[in-house]
């Protein structure tokens, strides 16, 4: 089994691993035709038609000019005209088939591509969320995806069409007389040679773009996230200037992709007038010697005009297309950095938990230091176990191992026999509760953030459990009461109010194993006896872990340990490490200050049958 850390370096080589296999750009997009290429096809077979069709109506309108016109046979005249406006009603639908078809399949491929993006976020561990800036990631998802969805289903268009016209001019010019075709492509080797300069210099220039773009999203989300610490410490003026520094780079590198539009584009015209001049020129002269005919030259500049028109418009989707395939490369970064934690081959379905947890001989770091030295820990089905200790103890972290989030460096971590790692991560964590220090809530009702662990319960359900750990209380000051809407983050309740309505979301999942983080801290003492009335409906009957400050929480536990510096330093009941000498009561003193607040804490009435589980954000 591949341990975390070389896990870890093959992440770190994210990009670099061979490269010849990886295919980063535009091009990866053709997995997304896959069930889509009998459309494709069609759709080719109607592009060919409809660049044919211009092509077609000019050589007759060469025939009409030349035996039409000048041989004054009116019925040929008219019969050519004729077939002309049949031509070109014909191209008419075939174009309007294309145009909506290329968009329907443009837009399927973005769809695609925008639900594999967040799936593979989803799958990714915290590590990667810890080290990546949220702005970065929902650039990803936002203007990178839109970038793609700009060309897919309005660029696609334009380069299928003008690419088809493009070379049915070019056949239809050497039909007609191949000297003013071959005339007409001298320009055709500057026009490659500008073309890959502008090719070059123009990606680096998009991918500066989405770089600084991408910095400016995550400069924007931070600032948003924080202003109320902003507005708190006076720092607007200072984010500001962050604000303004991260614009002013986007403004330079924008800036210097469109002073390369502004040489690109206009020598590409040039070059089309200059072919157009020498048509002109050279098809004169022929006529005047006798070998060129006035319609043939007549329709030749006209099928110079689609050999340039398209490549103008080409030229300006040029841009685009570099943007969209920056863009792609930032999002291939994302889709190629392999999950850390993931199931491994063979791993087995969870059953139903009994929740007999043990932590054998554990040691993990998130860096070179390790946070665990072998730490061993065992609950039995149904206890409880308190993690008490100094911040950066480790203990946190302990329950990140415990939920799964990160693998240990040495050691296992055991449920009911079975180490994690052959487990199926899905099937277990349904069976993990999770009741954070600060519980996020989402922008729904209050019933849909209690379902949000078990989204079949039925309202009935819902209800029960809001009464039995008192959330109807806060619903009842609202006119909607559970139907409530909450905004995002849980904003207009008190941190007590969002701690009950997890506490509530945790009791509907039903889970075998869980971990509480601080549930009780930051809170007043009226609103923390509501919870601990609520914890004590919540840990009844289930594996828990508890990892907290305020000794109120931890005299319910079976066992207390006490963590210091990633290693287990005492252990045994409340009462028993209360009454002896060591950190545990060193602690108890600190937090409590006094032994008459130590006294009329309460205690819960089973200790035996209490289980809980929350992970925190930060490393311990």
Not at 118 to 134: E, G, N, V
Not at 262 to 270: D, H, K, Q
Request: net charge neutral.
């Amino acid at each position: 089994m591949p341990s975390r850390k070389h896990i870890a370096q093959r992440i770190l080589r994210g990009s670099s691993e061979d490269p010849r296999r990886r295919r980063t750009g535009l091009s990866r997009l053709g997995r997304y035709l896959v069930g889509r290429r009998r459309r494709v096809a069609v759709l080719a077979l109607i592009g060919i038609c409809s660049a044919a069709a211009p092509v077609s109506a000019l050589l007759v309108v060469q025939d009409a000019i030349d035996h039409g016109m000048r041989a004054h046979d009116r019925g040929r005249l008219g019969r050519d005209v004729g077939v002309y406006l049949a031509i070109n009603a014909l191209a008419w639908v075939l174009q309007t088939t294309l145009v909506r078809g290329l968009a329907r399949v443009g837009q399927d491929v973005v769809l695609g591509l925008r639900e594999d993006l967040f799936d593979h976020l989803t799958t990714l561990s915290l590590r990667y969320f810890s080290q990546q800036k949220a702005g970065w990631i929902i650039a990803r998802l936002t203007s990178d995806v839109d970038a793609l969805s700009d060309v897919l289903s309005q660029g696609l268009t334009t380069l299928v069409v003008n690419t088809l016209t493009l070379m049915a001019a070019i056949v239809g010019l050497f039909v007609l007389d191949w000297r003013l075709g071959l005339v007409a492509l001298v320009i055709l080797p500057p026009t490659l040679v500008i073309s890959r300069w502008f090719q070059v210099r123009s990606h680096a220039a998009f991918l500066r773009v989405r770089e600084t773009i991408s910095s400016m999203t995550a400069q924007i989300a931070e600032s948003v996230s924080g202003m109320a610490v902003i507005q708190a410490f006076n720092r607007e003026r200072a984010f500001l200037g962050e604000f303004d520094a991260s614009n002013d780079a986007n403004l330079r590198t924008n800036t210097h992709a469109q002073w390369l539009n502004s040489l690109f584009f206009p020598g590409i015209e040039f070059l089309g007038i200059v072919a157009m001049a020498s048509v002109l020129w050279v098809g004169g002269h022929m006529i005047g010697s006798g070998s060129l005919t006035i319609g043939t030259l007549v329709s030749s500049v006209f099928l110079l005009n689609l050999v340039f028109q398209p490549l103008q418009e080409l030229s300006d989707l040029y841009g685009q297309v570099q943007s969209a395939g920056a863009a792609m490369e930032k999002i291939s970064i994302v889709l190629d950095t392999e999950p850390e934690i993931r199931d491994e081959p063979g791993a087995r379905r969870a059953g139903r938990i009994e929740g007999d947890l043990r932590i054998d001989r554990v040691t993990f770091s998130y860096g070179r230091d390790p946070v665990l030295h072998e730490v061993d820990i065992h609950v039995p089905p149904g206890n409880c176990l308190a993690l008490v200790g100094e911040s950066g103890g480790g203990k946190s972290t302990t329950a990140k191992l415990v939920g799964r989030f990160y693998d240990p460096d040495s050691g296992g971590i055991r449920v009911d026999g079975h180490d994690l790692r052959e487990l199926e991560l899905r099937s277990y964590r349904r069976q993990l509760g999770v009741v954070l220090q600060d519980p996020f809530l989402f922008a729904g009702t209050i019933a849909d953030n209690i379902r949000f662990a078990h989204p079949e319960a039925t309202d009935a359900q819902v209800e029960d459990v809001a009464r039995a750990v008192g959330v109807d209380r806060i619903a009842r000051r609202f006119d909607a009461a559970l139907l409530h809407t909450v905004r995002e983050g849980g904003a207009g309740l008190s941190a007590g109010e969002r701690q009950l309505i997890s506490i509530a979301r945790a009791l509907l999942a039903d889970p075998r194993i869980l971990i509480l983080d601080e549930a009780t801290s930051n809170i007043d003492r009226p609103t923390e006896i509501l919870i601990e009335q609520a914890l004590d409906r919540l840990l009844r009957g289930r594996t828990s872990i508890i990892i907290a400050h305020r000794l109120a929480t931890v005299r319910r536990a079976d066992e207390i340990l006490v963590m210091e510096h990633g290693r287990i330093t005492q252990r045994g009941s409340f009462d028993d490490l209360l009454g002896s000498a060591g950190p545990f009561r060193d602690l108890a003193a600190q937090l409590q200050g006094s032994d008459e607040v130590l006294q009329s804490a309460p205690v819960s009435g089973s200790r035996a049958s209490s289980s809980a589980s929350v992970v925190s954000s930060e490393p311990e």
